[in-house]
């Protein structure tokens, strides 16, 4: 079992930055596949970044490719994503989530443990 729990979100301008956390507990935090999804209202929840345990590879969606970056403390169990640039459209609640396959990383259904959200507006 793994409890997650995002903190970080807030309101900022287009342009501005802002930087999410997410505490993992239960589980050796090395060992687990970490990933970022958002969803806004009336859409479907999509893919943000995916961090390989073992200290892996990372994957980004294009849409944040460049500006976005995920990382993890495995010593403090915490991962972060580190927004920059951000615009109106990265507007959405985040959520964090453990525990995907290798092979599913990309996909809600890849992964098996969820955090509560939260939310990022970006103002024009």
């Known amino acids: 079992q793994v409890q997650l729990v995002e903190s970080g979100g807030g309101l900022v301008q287009a342009g501005g930055s802002l930087r999410l956390s997410c505490l993992a507990a239960g589980r050796t935090f090395s060992s687990l596949v970490m990933g970022w999804f958002r969803q806004a209202p009336g859409k479907e929840r999509e893919f943000v970044a995916a961090?390989?345990?073992?200290?892996?590879?990372?994957f980004y969606a294009g849409s944040v490719k460049g500006r976005f970056a995920i990382s993890r403390d495995n010593a403090k169990n915490t991962v972060y994503l580190q927004m920059n640039s951000l615009k109106p459209e990265d507007t959405a609640v985040y959520y964090c989530a453990a525990d995907g396959t290798s092979a599913g990383w990309g996909a809600p259904n890849g992964y098996n443990y969820w955090g509560q959200g939260t939310q990022v507006t970006v103002n024009s």
């Open positions: 961090s390989m345990k073992n200290g892996g590879q990372t």
